[in-house]
Nanobody, 124 residues
Framework: QVQLVESGGGLVQPGGSLRLSCAAS????????IGWFRQAPGQVRKGVSC????????YYADSVKGRFTISRDNANNTVYLQMNGLRPEDTAVYYC?????????????????WGQGTQVTVSS
């Protein structure tokens, strides 16, 4: 059974850091592009970062560029999202997802395996 499980969310003050993890079971992550998405209340879910399957190229939305870092640990079948310099506008439910893509990762409609999400709240 294909499963993705996110962890690492929580409440953090502005300027703080969190590291989200996306652990896969039932399939091998290194054959898939992995994306991190977020959905704030009343807003649509948006892709914020992704990493390709074959050459680990990465993408970041302008809103998180320079603050977030995506990485993968194929040995542990896990992808991470390191989030630094968190802002109140980063508050959202964060999801990881997998797509059977090679060389690219920004084809957001191709992501077809999703985790359950983890809440990130940035507030003083």
């Amino acid at each position: 059974q294909v499963q993705l499980v996110e962890s690492g969310g929580g409440l953090v003050q502005p300027g703080g850091s969190l590291r989200l993890s996306c652990a896969a079971s039932g399939f091998t992550l290194d054959y898939y592009a992995i994306g991190w998405f977020r959905q704030a209340p009343g807003q649509v879910r948006k892709g914020v970062s992704c990493i390709t399957s074959d050459d680990d190229n990465t993408y970041y939305a302008d809103s998180v560029k320079g603050r977030f870092t995506i990485s993968r640990d194929n040995a542990n079948n896990t992808v991470y999202l390191q989030m630094n310099g968190l802002r109140p506008e980063d508050t959202a439910v964060y999801y990881c997802a997998a797509a059977p893509l090679r060389r690219v990762c920004r084809a957001w409609t191709r992501y077809d395996s999703w985790g359950q999400g983890t809440q990130v709240t940035v507030s003083s």
